[in-house]
């Protein structure tokens, strides 16, 4: 008995002791953790916006581009310039345009070529909605040729040339429309030498002879395309002379012998008739077709 007391005398310390070990250890071992999971890779979400310059667009429908650049070389180019960067008549660079760069379908450029930015300057283009949407293709499609922000898109491209129509088929047409009016012996006589420039002949002639197709609020005295007015009074009194400016209240014309008179409009009264000669010009925009401009185009540079 007394052996077997002395051994547990001796062995309780030592169990204590790796007892009190085991405690610590426990105490001061930080308990496994479980790895996080690994997120998913997240996808960069594109802001919605315009077309950056040079990106390439879906292909558009090649007449409807080509009608569109005939028309924009008719009613645009005298303000947006012929390579879109801005004309003579200061309208804006299209290049730069975020109208021009954000345009999906002629929802942003249709709006504004019918007449939705007159207050800033931009007057209504006498254009039906198919052909402005055809102007605005051709922008979108010369926005996205374009190698960098600005840069004309004619650079580094043959310069095409617009004589692909039939002169045979241009001069019937001329004789059907157009000859009650001028004459290829006449005043047409040498237009092609007088106009080395096919394009500039073709947007010439379309125009009627002249750069600004809004309608002048002056005609010049002395032209065969001076606007004359008649102005016709209740009474029977009429009075006539060319035409200086007319609106909705207010008439004034210049008289054979150098005066002019300002005549006072309400409503009807009096009746006032405008004689223009460039308005079958201005009425056969809507008619022609793209073969009728490059028919008569091809006709009239035989005319040297």
């Known amino acids: 008995m007394v052996q077997v007391k002395n051994c547990l005398?001796?062995?309780l310390p030592i169990l204590l002791t790796i007892a009190v070990a085991d405690r610590a250890a426990a105490q001061t071992t930080p308990p496994a953790s479980t790895p996080p999971a690994a997120s998913a890779?997240?996808?960069?979400?594109?802001?919605?916006?315009?077309?950056?310059p040079g990106q390439k667009r879906p292909p558009g429908d090649p007449v409807q581009i080509a009608r569109g650049k005939t028309l924009y070389g008719i009613a645009c180019t005298s303000c947006h310039g012929a390579d879109l960067r801005g004309g003579d008549l200061?309208?804006?660079n299209l290049l730069r345009s975020q109208v021009a760069l954000s345009d999906q379908d002629g929802e942003l450029i249709v709006p504004i070529i019918q007449g939705g930015r007159q207050n800033s300057g931009m007057p209504a283009v006498p254009m039906s909605p198919t052909d402005?949407?055809?102007?605005?293709?051709?922008?979108?499609?010369e926005v996205g040729n374009i190698g960098s922000q600005g840069k004309p898109p004619s650079i580094g491209k043959p310069a095409p040339s617009i004589l692909?129509?039939?002169?045979?088929?241009?001069?019937?047409?001329?004789?059907?429309?157009?000859?009650?009016c001028h004459s290829p012996t006449g005043d047409l006589q040498g237009i092609a030498t007088r106009i080395s420039d096919p394009k500039l002949l073709q947007n010439t002639?379309?125009?009627?002879?002249?750069?600004?197709?809004?309608?002048?609020?002056?005609?010049?005295?002395?032209s065969r395309r001076t606007i004359t007015v008649t102005i016709?009074?209740?009474?029977?009194?009429?009075?006539e002379g060319r035409l200086v400016r007319i609106d909705d209240f207010l008439v004034t014309l210049a008289l054979a012998d150098g005066t002019s008179r300002t005549v006072r409009r309400e409503g009807d009264v009096p009746k006032v008739d405008v004689h223009d000669p460039m308005k079958t010009h201005r009425d056969l925009l809507a008619v022609y077709t793209d073969k009728d401009i490059h028919d008569v185009t091809a006709y009239l540079v035989t005319l040297k």
């Open 164 to 180: 692909v129509g039939d002169a045979t088929a241009g001069q019937s047409y001329f004789a059907a429309k157009c000859s009650s």
């Open 90 to 92: 200061g309208g804006p």
């Open 132 to 141: 402005a949407k055809a102007v605005a293709a051709y922008i979108r499609s």
């Open 9 to 11: 005398l001796i062995a």
């Open 205 to 222: 002639w379309v125009a009627g002879g002249r750069g600004r197709r809004f309608g002048p609020t002056v005609s010049a005295p002395g």
């Open 41 to 52: 890779p997240t996808q960069p979400v594109r802001r919605p916006g315009g077309l950056v």
């Open 232 to 239: 016709t009074q209740p009474t029977g009194e009429s009075v």
